[in-house]
């Protein structure tokens, strides 16, 4: 079992910044592919990028070259830096994990979830 942690949404401008980070528990955190989502009123969950177990990632093309996700393993922490937000990124953003080595792009392919943290981006 891994429980997921989020923190450091809020309120924030148009144009500014806010990172995120997600502790989980457990000792194999390293094999686990670690995922972004986030999920606006009246819209589906969406993934917002992706870090493999190897590192490698993946980004949706509404956040490419605005958000990157990193991990520290040896602190079972990844984070969420997001950059130049938009109105359009509030949401309530969720981190998510399950084990393997591939590429995880859709919220049925995770395990675990966080309980979500809340961003706002006002115009």
């Known amino acids: 079992q891994v429980q997921l942690v989020e923190s450091g949404g809020g309120l924030v401008q148009a144009g500014g910044s806010l990172r995120l980070s997600c502790a989980a528990s457990?000792?194999?955190?390293?094999?686990?592919?670690m995922g972004w989502f986030r999920q606006a009123p009246g819209k589906e969950r969406e993934v917002a990028a992706v870090?493999?177990?190897?590192?490698?990632?993946y980004y949706a093309d509404s956040v490419k070259g605005r958000f990157t996700i990193s991990r520290d393993n040896a602190k079972n922490t990844v984070y969420l830096q997001m950059n130049s937000l938009k109105p359009e990124d509030t949401a309530v953003y969720y981190c998510?994990?399950?084990?393997?080595?591939?590429?995880?792009?859709?919220?049925?392919?995770?395990?675990?979830w966080g309980q979500g943290t809340q961003v706002t981006v006002s115009s």
């Open positions: 870090s493999r177990s190897g590192g490698n990632t």
């Open positions: 457990g000792r194999t955190f390293s094999s686990y592919a």
């Open positions: 998510a994990a399950r084990s393997g080595s591939r590429y995880y792009t859709t919220l049925y392919d995770y395990d675990y």
